[in-house]
């Protein structure tokens, strides 16, 4: 039995619906215990209540600082919805390479990530964390489920060690208006826009 299956993307427009209710089939029959989507807007879960339909457990979106989706947000929470960040470390300078490299993200974003004194390494050092500490605190303290992603041990025990500190109710008001508002985790954008 695995524990969770999720539908990566609401990219089949027209079996959308079977997919869903195929996984509530497994869930039912006792083949995953939590059944779930991936880059899916108020809209396509709508769509899944409206066919009346059980509710997905989950909802695994890009979501990090510089782009905080607060309408999904609230909607994912009214709904009982738990929320699952990805790409939670986008902002960091190193995030899929370097400037100039095509990493789907903006070289300006790589820059500021870089500069010296971004807020990001501002704040690490004010808790005497990393930057990915402070991203992945920023992310379990707004509520989220974060995924951060290395097969590096050292990383990965790093990514663990976020429960010595907390980040202020200031520096959370700080973060709260560093959204930019567009995902960038996708080199073709948002997968679930214009579906």
Request: proline share 5%; glycine share 6%.
């Amino acid at each position: 039995m695995s524990i969770f299956y999720l539908i990566h993307a609401p990219f089949a427009i027209d079996e959308r619906l079977d997919q869903w209710r195929a996984c509530c089939d497994m869930k039912k029959a006792g083949k995953t215990r939590f059944v779930g989507l991936a880059n899916y807007r108020e809209s396509h879960i709508a769509e899944i209540k409206n066919a009346g339909l059980p509710m997905p457990d989950a909802n695994q979106i890009e979501l990090h600082p510089w782009f905080q989706r607060p309408e999904l947000i609230s909607f994912l929470r009214r709904k009982n919805i738990s929320i699952i960040a990805y790409s939670s470390l986008l902002p960091l300078a190193n995030w899929r390479g370097k400037p100039g490299q095509n990493s789907g993200k903006p070289d300006d974003m790589k820059l500021e990530g870089m500069a010296l004194d971004s807020s990001f390494k501002m704040m690490a050092a004010k808790y005497s964390v990393t930057e990915a500490q402070l991203l992945l605190k920023w992310g379990l303290q707004k509520g989220y489920a974060v995924l951060p992603k290395t097969v590096d041990e050292s990383r990965m025990r790093e990514n663990l060690d976020l429960q010595h500190f907390i980040i202020d109710d200031q520096d959370m008001a700080a973060f709260d208006v560093m959204d930019r508002g567009d995902g960038v985790a996708w080199h073709a954008g948002d997968p679930s826009s214009g579906l």
